[in-house]
């Protein structure tokens, strides 16, 4: 049986170090995984997931859930498993991942679930209702040290929604100092 599994929470809390390790484990079962990141994400690598420890999975870029359906259906392979990193970035792809789960490929993702305004993204709620596990993964709050569970945006554009950026431009905060 497929399933779907999304980490999600603020910034630096993680999800794509969680993304990575169950990633590895369908390696180990021997399954064809591919991995796709977003084509505006270059800020450790264009061609790997990277995560802000440094670690790295090679990744397909891409602008599109169109791109993921593309790849998929080009592989030589039977492609077992897919992921997903930063998947509110990437226009689309909700729908292309349901569709693989669909069709009995296993979906990781990570993926913000709100905004710094904070709204959830359009992609993140067309995935919630497919996911077999949905893991928060809390971040540190920078003030207070306590869990946090949102992203407060200290730089940049004040109306982008979405803006690539790492701690020059985002804080993890607790409910009472977010809000």
Sequence with gaps: MAH?????????????????????????RGYNVQSFKPNIDTRYSATAITTHLGAKLKAFSISSGEDILEQVGASDEVVNSIAVDELFMIPGAADA???LFRCGI???????????????YKEVMKIFPWATEICVCPAICTICGADAYYTLKTGGDPGAKIEVGGSDLYEPRCFCHFF
């Design 97 to 99: 991942v349901v569709y």
């Design 106 to 120: 296993n979906v990781y993702t990570s993926t913000l679930q709100l905004n710094s305004i904070p709204e959830p």
């Design 4 to 28: 779907f599994k999304i980490f999600t929470g603020p910034m630096f809390g993680g999800k794509t170090t969680k993304l990575l390790g169950a990633v590895e484990r369908d390696v180990l």
